[in-house]
């Protein structure tokens, strides 16, 4: 059970002893919408299905897993990965948070400041001057950066 | 659903972390720390370039503090103020500090390391064998120019080269050795080692070192110097090409001592049935973080201060800091250079007493003039090596 928040549920019933089984209990996810729940679940399965079908071979399980993970992010909106984050971290999924976080890391690598603005939604509460300054500071980790 | 979400409000101080620790380019994390003031702020409370530079290096976990020092050299004045803002202020350098050693840990050139020779653990006939021949330039191939331990009829005692390095803060990538051919033995055997280890640290005492440069053997390297760095065991062909060992990642060495461990012996000398190694090059490539960085006041537990230098400019145009690289550069060639010439009248007396050997003797010296110049440009030793070997086989037969 790789979403831990829901398996607390499980656990709970078992203890309870309620036989009337698991399928008429509601799990209330409140702060999970439907879209990002959907692909997290996919993960999920296919997570499990790659391990199932590599059982003693863990290099064969990671390589199919990152196949697969770079499929995912081709049909996934950079904006999304925002949501599907707080989904993740949410649930307890920890896999699928790695694996979010590491792409929102590779989509911001190398950009420009402005993008990772827009990406995030933040604005510059800098003071004036304040930005140049740290331009000249760190003038190092502003050359070469990807066009916009 | 909006594009543009207040992204860094939704998410909680752990999830803002966790995310950024997954930038593995200190350009990147300096970038996003001049995002925004609230940014910069997160990541200098939490300490995230520290974090960035003790994944990469574990051997900073060993740092007591930070230092920055000015533009005369002397440490900026600490401001007196709240406890607060001084914690704040000691965050800040932190960040700066380790902002910068993110930078030039990945950024400065590699070159060679190795500033001279400390102590073979065995060497059999001082000085014509001594360590220092490991340090002549690779294309040499001499009957004088190796390092030969002394011989062991049990094949798994070990021997150590000690090295001194350029600075006492260096990021070590790969060590190169080539193990040395007996030409002028029956079946020219090469005497390499099984294996090969590395172990990096600092002298335990600061004093010790100058007394022990150039002994015959250090009676006990292991009394002298405290280890805070073992590679793996790794395995060593038994072939007199210069082998590359390349660590599995790259290593802070702390205090500017490396040493090679050369594990169990395969060839025997044929004279008097003992296992024997020769080395006959060494050398050790990887960058030089100083002047730029200095370490102070190693401790025997490891633990020392970290200063950066602010009047060296980081950018990656700025020709300084690899100026310094080649002023550093400049004194170990002079340093080669007096022993090589004290080496080339060793030579001449040898001419003179063994006559047969007369003409090999002539080839060598001028093979190596053109070999130290090869040298300095690295890529082209290996080829070098091969061609003039055989060339010495056929005269040999």
């Known amino acids: 059970m790789k979403f831990c928040a829901v398996k607390q549920y499980f656990d709970d019933e078992n203890n309870n002893n309620i036989t009337s089984g698991a399928s008429t209990t509601m799990i209330p996810l409140p702060n999970v919408e439907s879209h990002p729940l959907a692909i997290l679940i996919t993960y999920c399965k296919k997570h499990l299905k790659i391990k199932a079908n590599n059982a003693d071979n863990k290099k064969e399980t990671e390589k199919e897993m990152e196949q697969y993970e770079q499929e995912l992010l081709k049909k996934v909106m950079p904006q999304e990965l925002t949501e599907l984050i707080l989904a993740a971290n949410y649930l307890n999924f920890k896999e699928a948070l790695d694996f ?49 | 659903m909006e594009a543009c979400m207040d992204f860094m409000n939704w998410l909680d101080l752990d999830m803002s972390e966790k995310l950024l620790m997954h930038l593995k380019d200190p350009s990147d994390l300096a970038r996003v720390s001049s995002v925004s003031r609230s940014l910069r702020d997160f990541v200098i409370a939490n300490g995230l370039f520290k974090q ?121 990538t790969e060590i190169y050795i080539r193990p040395f051919k007996a030409y002028f033995q029956r079946g020219s055997p090469i005497y390499s080692a099984k294996s090969v280890r590395f172990r990096m640290g600092h002298p335990k005492s ?20 405290i280890w805070t760095y073992t590679s793996p065991e790794f395995p060593m062909a038994q072939e007199s ?52 960085f200095v370490v102070e006041n190693i401790q025997p537990s490891g633990t020392f201060v970290l200063k950066k230098d602010m009047r060296y400019k980081f950018h990656t145009q700025q020709s300084s800091p690899d100026n310094e690289a ?14 090589l ?45 091969e061609e003039y070997e055989s060339g010495e086989e056929e005269d040999e037969a």
């Open chain 1, 100 to 148: 979010f976080c590491r792409a929102v890391a590779s989509a911001i690598q190398n950009k420009s400041i402005e993008f990772v603005r827009k990406f995030f939604g933040l604005e510059s509460d800098f003071e004036l001057g304040e930005e140049e300054k740290l331009r000249e500071e760190f003038a190092w980790s502003f050359e070469g950066v990807d066009e916009d």
């Open chain 2, 52 to 172: 960035l530079c003790l994944r990469m290096f574990p051997q900073l976990s060993k740092v007591a503090h930070v230092m920055e020092l000015n533009n005369c050299g002397v440490k900026e004045p600490v401001e007196v103020g709240s406890s607060h803002s001084m914690e704040w202020e000691s965050l800040a350098r932190d960040h700066r500090v380790y902002a910068t050693l993110a930078r030039v840990c990945t950024s400065f050139s590699l070159r060679d390391c190795i500033s001279e020779a400390i102590s073979a653990s065995s060497t059999d006939n001082y000085p014509a064998e001594t360590i220092d021949n490991t340090l002549l330039p690779a294309g040499i191939v001499s009957r004088r120019a190796y390092w030969s331990s002394k011989g062991q009829s049990n094949p798994a005692v070990p021997e150590t080269l000690t090295y001194k390095l350029v600075s006492e803060f260096c990021v070590i």
């Open chain 2, 206 to 225: 600061p004093n010790d070192l100058g007394s022990h440069l150039l002994c015959d053997s250090l009676p006990s390297a292991d009394d002298t110097f």
């Open chain 2, 241 to 292: 090409c210069l082998q590359k060992f390349r660590l599995p990642e790259p290593v802070l060495c702390i205090g500017g001592i490396l040493q090679i461990e050369l594990l169990g012996r395969v060839q025997t000398q044929e004279m008097d049935g003992l296992f024997y190694i020769c080395i006959s090059h060494v050398h050790v490539v990887g960058r030089c973080l100083s002047p730029a």
């Open chain 2, 326 to 339: 080649q002023e550093i550069s400049d004194d170990q060639l002079q340093r080669r250079f007096r022993y």
């Open chain 2, 341 to 385: 010439r004290n080496y080339l009248r060793n030579l001449n007396v040898i001419e003179i007493e063994e006559y047969e050997g007369e003409e090999e003797d002539v080839v060598e010296i001028e093979e190596y003039e053109s070999g130290e110049e090869e040298y300095e440009s690295g890529e082209e030793e290996d080829v070098e090596i």
